[in-house]
């Protein structure tokens, strides 16, 4: 489910009346802001030494 998105650079329709999937049906989690995603992402992306050895 998408809330608070930040959006740069797009072009067309942005389309958000609608229903999604919403994963709390299934499992509890915590959402991080959207302007903390590219440092999130820079952090944990890509392969992880910690992951799986």
């Known amino acids: ?3 608070g998105s930040i959006l740069v650079g797009c072009s067309g329709k942005q ?3 609608d229903t999604a ?3 709390k ?4 989690y915590r959402l ?3 302007a903390d995603v ?3 992402v820079k952090t944990h992306g890509g392969p992880q030494t910690k992951i799986g050895g």
Do not use: G, I, V
């Open 1 to 3: 489910m998408q809330r």
């Open 21 to 23: 999937f919403d994963p």
């Open 15 to 17: 389309q958000t009346n």
């Open 38 to 40: 590219p440092a999130l």
């Open 32 to 34: 991080d802001p959207a």
């Open 25 to 28: 049906s299934f499992y509890s």
